[in-house]
């Protein structure tokens, strides 16, 4: 006669496996992400996106409730900036975009802070210049390129408009 498992059982039994093996784990999922072809692997990602629309889709008060925390979470990993600090910035800019003066819609403003001082997409939190709307975010990382600035200058002294009558 065999032993079956309950599903307690079995959760503990993985949770002690996870323990044990933190690594070996991360390692075989590794292993096997390398081994599916790419489009087995965007499909697999279509499949994890779909999911999550549908969850979101069926229980939006769970989520709409998660999001204050999931943002805060988030900026804390790539700004290194807490709550207080966020508010702290906001107010002393007047509760407006620290560029053109507006006041945050239903989004949230965008945290401004110097790429050059932290390449990779995050912040050490020291290079945070400030809170802006997204048009203004926008706009200025364009002005930040300046191959970019220079070719646009070209490109508007080439052609200058033509009235039309």
Same mark, same amino acid.
């Given at each position: 006669?065999?032993?079956?498992?309950?599903?307690?059982? !079995?959760?503990?039994?993985?949770?002690?496996?996870?323990?044990?093996?933190?690594?070996?784990?991360?390692?075989?999922?590794?292993?096997?992400?390398?081994?599916?072809?790419?489009?087995?692997?965007?499909?697999?990602?279509?499949?994890?996106?779909?999911?999550?629309?549908?969850?979101?889709?069926?229980?939006?008060?769970?989520?709409?409730?998660?999001?204050?925390?999931?943002?805060?979470?988030?900026?804390?990993?790539?700004?290194?900036?807490?709550?207080?600090?966020?508010?702290?910035?906001?107010?002393?800019? !007047?509760?407006?975009?620290?560029?053109?003066?507006?006041?945050?819609?239903?989004?949230?403003?965008?945290?401004?802070?110097?790429?050059?001082?932290?390449? !990779? !997409?995050?912040?050490?939190?020291?290079?945070?210049?400030?809170?802006?709307?997204?048009?203004?975010?926008?706009?200025?990382?364009?002005?930040?390129?300046?191959?970019?600035?220079?070719?646009?200058?070209?490109?508007?002294?080439?052609?200058?408009?033509?009235?039309?009558?």
């Amino acid at each position: 006669m065999s032993k079956k498992r309950t599903t307690e059982q !079995g959760r503990a039994a993985v949770a002690r496996y996870k323990a044990a093996h933190p690594g070996r784990i991360m390692e075989n999922q590794r292993r096997y992400r390398a081994s599916l072809s790419p489009e087995k692997l965007d499909a697999r990602r279509a499949q994890g996106r779909e999911r999550e629309a549908r969850r979101r889709r069926e229980h939006p008060e769970y989520f709409k409730k998660l999001a204050p925390a999931a943002r805060s979470r988030w900026i804390r990993r790539k700004y290194r900036m807490s709550d207080n600090d966020y508010r702290a910035l906001l107010e002393s800019q !007047g509760g407006k975009c620290a560029i053109c003066g507006t006041q945050p819609g239903k989004k949230h403003f965008d945290i401004d802070h110097n790429h050059a001082c932290c390449p !990779g !997409g995050g912040s050490c939190g020291e290079c945070v210049r400030g809170l802006l709307c997204g048009g203004c975010n926008k706009r200025l990382g364009v002005l930040e390129d300046s191959d970019f600035c220079a070719a646009a200058d070209a490109y508007l002294s080439k052609r200058k408009l033509k009235r039309l009558a």
